[in-house]
């Protein structure tokens, strides 16, 4: 959603906080900085931009501390409001035209539940006379709402990008073979968790399951509900994994018509109990349960997997 290239910053945002890397493009190297800045509370809620300029304050520090000024930005929408759908162009349309081409459409093949989208796309599958893609379309006023807040605090936007293609981006890198799998991409974090599946390289279905907890962060913070922090986690967790497997049956029998279930979990986030919830949805669940290698994360914490999948978008 943007363009452009050279020494950039690319920054994952979350409710409750920021993940950063800057450096040279596809990839992290020896020399490139990463780090991650707490929100104040209430500055972003369930995907909205509430309080601008905190935001804008938060990564003017950024900038500020880092010589950041001028660069280039690559930053993550919430995956919340997107609208995610294959379309079909003419084969015949250069990368260039194609986005052109897709607002022409709309209001004629392409019908979405917001006015005045932003849309991106990535190319899925080439045909002789067509080629799919991927649409990705999201609320207009948002993105102006964030990319303004960037611009403000000193950084230049060039793209915009969805965690959970950034992870699938990383996903595909290290695991090669996957478009057979029913993939379920669990985004465990802090602020929540966001349900995402994919099918031949395609996100099929997003979710954010609401939970009576909402921002876990919020209620360890307050101590409400438990007085023993264990007793909270888990109920907490005990509350996520029945909304999975809700999801998981709401996919096998609305989304796939009973021919097919999720057959593969991929697990990543900044929650920091995420070693214990992956052994118990492989026991609960008795399905495979993976998340990234970390041998492959070229020395980023394993938090990081979505910023390190949004440094290898190609424009």
Not at 88 to 110: A, D, G, S
Not at 143 to 155: D, M, N
Not at 265 to 286: C, H, I, T
Request: proline share 4%; aromatic share 10%; glycine share 6%.
């Amino acid at each position: 959603m943007f363009k452009k290239q050279g020494k950039q910053v690319y920054i994952i945002i979350q409710e409750t906080v920021l993940r950063y890397i800057a450096g040279e493009p596809a990839g992290f190297r020896k020399g490139n900085t990463y780090g991650s800045l707490e929100l104040p509370q209430g500055t972003i809620r369930q995907g909205m931009l509430e309080d601008k300029d905190q935001l804008t304050k938060a990564v003017r520090k950024l900038v500020e501390e880092n010589s950041w000024r001028g660069h280039d930005l690559m930053f993550t929408l919430p995956d919340q409001a997107v609208t995610l759908r294959q379309h079909l162009v003419p084969k015949q349309l250069k990368r260039e035209e194609i986005k052109p081409f897709l607002y022409t459409e709309l209001e004629h093949t392409i019908q979405l539940p917001f006015e005045d989208p932003v849309l991106d796309f990535e190319v899925l599958e080439e045909g002789e006379e067509t080629n799919t893609i991927l649409l990705v379309a999201y609320p207009g006023q948002r993105v102006e709402a964030y990319q303004q807040a960037f611009k403000e605090a000193g950084l230049q936007p060039i793209a915009a990008d969805l965690a959970s293609l950034t992870l699938y981006r990383l996903y595909i890198e290290q695991y090669k073979e996957t478009s057979d799998d029913h993939l379920l991409l669990l985004q465990w974090n802090r602020s929540g968790l966001i349900l995402t599946a994919f099918h031949q390289d395609m996100p099929l279905f997003i979710r954010q399951p609401q939970t009576s907890f909402g921002n876990l962060q919020d209620h360890m913070e307050q101590d409400l509900f438990y007085q023993e922090e264990a007793d909270r986690a888990r109920a907490y967790l005990e509350e996520q994994l029945t909304e999975i497997e809700r999801f998981m049956d709401f996919y096998r029998f609305s989304v796939m018509n009973g021919e097919a279930g999720i057959t593969k979990l991929l697990v990543s986030g900044d929650y920091e109990n995420l070693s214990d919830v992956m052994n118990e949805l492989r026991q609960r669940l008795q399905i495979e349960t993976i998340t990234f290698r970390q041998e492959m994360m070229d020395e980023l914490p394993l938090a990081y997997a979505d910023v390190l999948g949004l440094s290898m978008k190609k424009l």
